[in-house]
Structures are given as C-alpha cells and as structure tokens.
C-alpha cells in the first residue's frame, strides 16, 4: 500500500490486490454444514463475543454441536408440525359447524320484521301457539261439557248412525276439487255434513284446513298453515270502509249483497272497519292489545297470530253508517245490528261471538262480527238455533288456550 503522504499508483493497487488474493479465505457454509454443525458464536449482554462451547473437527473448520442440541431440535419440529396439524383439523371442523348452521331452519319472519327493539314490544317468536288439538276436534262432546259451554248441540253430536260422507267417493272426488258447496251437496246436505263432522263419522273433513268455508279456528284449534294468506281477495263492491276492507273475493261479494239488502229494507248503511288480516299484522294487532290490556283481557278481545278467523279471509267486522261511519264499539244496539242479527244467515254469515257465549268461544261478545261460513250451513245454523261454530260441529269449548 502507498504512502499515506503519497497518492496511490496502478501498480501499487495491482500489488495490493494479489496480496490480497493470496491470504487464506473462508467460505460460507452450505445447509448441510449448517445441518451437522457450522461454527456458531453468541453476543454477551456486553457485546463480547463468546465461542460456544462445541466441538470442532480438526482442519475442517466445522463445529460440530452436542447430541442434546440436535435432539431439542427435533423435538421443536416435531411439536411444531403437530401444532400445524390441530390447527388445520381446528380450521375444518369451524367450517363443518358453520356450514351445518346454514342449513337450520331460519329464524321465525315474523319475530325479525315486527320484533323491533325500538319499539320494546315483544316478537312473534315470544306469543307462543298452542297446539292444534288434531283428531280431537272430530270428537263428540259429552253431555257434560255441552251443558257446561251451554250449547243445546250435544244430542245431534252423539246421534248414532251418522254416516261417513269419506266413504262415497263422489263426496271425495266433491272435496279434492276444492268447493266446498259441492262437497256438502255430495254428502247429503248440510244437516248429514254437519252430523257426520259432530258425530265423528267424517275423518276426511279437516276443520283446522284455513281455505274450507267451514273451517275453525279457535284458541284450542290453529289455521293449517298457520300462516295462511287467501287468495283472491277483493273488497266488497259499494260497501263503505273505515280501514283496510280486503277479504276473500266470494265473502266480498256476499257482504255486497247483505249491505244493499240492508240499506233496500231499511235498516240503513253498513260499512267495513275490518277484514283480512295477516299473520304478521295480527302479531303487532295482539301485542298492541297486550300492551294496553294485559294477557288475560287482551285474549278476551284479541286472538293470537294463527289463530284469528280474520286470518282466513272469511271474518269482517262491521260497523253502523249514516252521514259517516261509527265505531264498532258502538254498531250492538243500532238498528243495523238488530236486521243483521235476524238476517245475516240469508248471506252465509254467522255473529261468530254471540253475548253470553265467551264460555265456550272465549271472547267477549262482538255483535260486528261477522263470520261467513257459506248460505248452506248458515241457513241450517239460524234454523238449529245454534251460537258457536263449536256446538254446531260437536266440538269442546275453546274458553282459553292450551298452554
């Protein structure tokens, strides 16, 4: 090397250089060095560097470790392939249980659209429903529980000799086709459909079935399907309303023809305050009762979602219209409340829940009512002098849910 006085020359940097290539150089050491051990140094806390305490093999400049470093070794990659493995096993299993998730039945429609936290009103999902009681609504009452519920029924319920319409397939044939006034022309009449239902004798006959004109729907008995929607619906032509006013289509036009016949013989005009109502509206209808009545009184006055006859689109609550339309709270006692009790059969409708009766129905009386059960049976319930589709059908009182 030059002088540090003096500048660097070609030949001194070429002399520099070939020393430097001559003194003995140490490469890096290949993975298999490192595999059977290449020298390893540590740093002390205090920055000296300290030799590890190894073996090296003379004139290779290897270090060879100790046995026990090579066992450590092993064993952490032993674990650490294991840890691998539960993790994946972990990774499938989460997978299986979510994708197994997905396929439960989803959460009830109406508790996530009306069950709104805002509001602190209870959903759908906590108005329990009772069960159906099935096969024990085709069942004849006892004397007893007819004299208790105050019904006059029992004796044509337990008439022996009733016979099965579901035999005749003529009947059958009436039923499967869907309309109700062939299928009790099938059976006899309405007096030999109606005794064989309360006597028993037609098990083909389903009073739970939403879409039959015959259908009963009580606090024992709910719609099948319970959230049933009845199609076509139409509003009853000429017919005020206060509210909604959508019913099934052959209800509308028998309540079209019971209003003119009302207001031609002079009981005066007839409006509509109420009809359909679905599932879903009659969650957030009975929860309102609820919050302003309690339980007990708002299941006086209010049925639960599945179970309200205005679900099936047969139901309409009616009101008292002159200048303007009143309240159905104030339609009993009006002379259009009196024609309607002495007439509404002629148009196939009932007053579903009669004064006197709530033993058996279990609501209050409500003389705006009306049910639509077809001219046939209507005509043979006003001649019978019966006051609950219950008795009429041989069925128990229904005065309060199962549960």
């Not at 006085?5 to 490469?27: D, G, I, K, N």
Request: with cysteine.
């Amino acid at each position: 090397m030059a002088h540090p006085t003096e500048p660097e020359t070609r030949r001194s940097r070429r002399e520099r250089a070939a020393a430097t290539r001559s003194l003995p150089t140490r490469s890096l050491p290949t993975r298999r060095d490192l595999r059977e051990g290449a020298p390893r140094a540590s740093a002390t806390r205090t920055g000296h560097r300290e030799h590890s305490t190894t073996d090296r093999e003379p004139g290779s400049g290897v270090v060879r470790l100790p046995a026990d470093v090579y066992a450590r070794r092993r064993i952490a990659a032993v674990v650490g392939g294991l840890a691998v493995v539960v993790l994946v096993v972990a990774g499938v299993v989460g997978l299986t249980s979510m994708l197994s998730r997905s396929d439960a039945a989803p959460a009830d429609p109406v508790a996530a659209l009306l069950g709104d936290a805002t509001t602190g009103a209870p959903g759908a999902s906590e108005i329990p429903v009772p069960a159906q009681t099935g096969v024990a609504a085709q069942q004849p009452v006892t004397d007893e529980a007819a004299d208790e519920a105050g019904g006059g029924a029992s004796d044509a319920a337990n008439e022996p000799g009733a016979a099965d319409p579901c035999a005749d397939p003529v009947f059958q044939q009436a039923l499967a086709s869907g309309s109700d006034a062939d299928a009790i022309a099938a059976a006899g009449g309405a007096e030999s459909f109606r005794s064989a239902i309360a006597a028993g004798a037609a098990p083909c006959v389903d009073l739970h079935e939403a879409g039959r004109t015959w259908v009963v729907v009580n606090k024992l008995n709910a719609l099948d399907p319970i959230d049933y929607w009845p199609e076509p619906q139409a509003r009853a032509e000429g017919v005020e309303r206060t509210s909604g006013g959508h019913m099934r289509a052959d209800v509308a036009a028998a309540l079209s023809q019971l209003v003119t016949a009302a207001r031609g013989e002079g009981a005066g005009g007839i409006g509509v305050n109420s009809g359909f109502r679905s599932y879903d509206f009659q969650v957030s209808t009975h929860r309102s009762y609820v919050g302003q009545l309690g339980q007990a009184n708002a299941d006086l006055t209010s049925a639960r979602p599945g179970h309200s006859e205005h679900q099936t689109g047969l139901a309409v609550d009616v009101v008292a219209c002159s200048e303007g339309c009143g309240t159905i709270e104030r339609f009993g006692g009006t002379v259009q409340s009196d024609w309607v009790a002495a007439n509404a059969h002629r148009f196939g409708f009932i007053i579903r829940y009669g004064d006197g009766d709530t033993a058996t129905t279990g609501y209050e009386y409500e003389p705006w009512h009306l049910r639509y059960i077809g001219t046939d049976l209507a005509a043979l319930y006003a001649a019978g002098g019966y006051r609950t589709l219950e008795d009429f059908f041989g069925m128990p009182p229904a005065p309060d849910y199962a549960d």
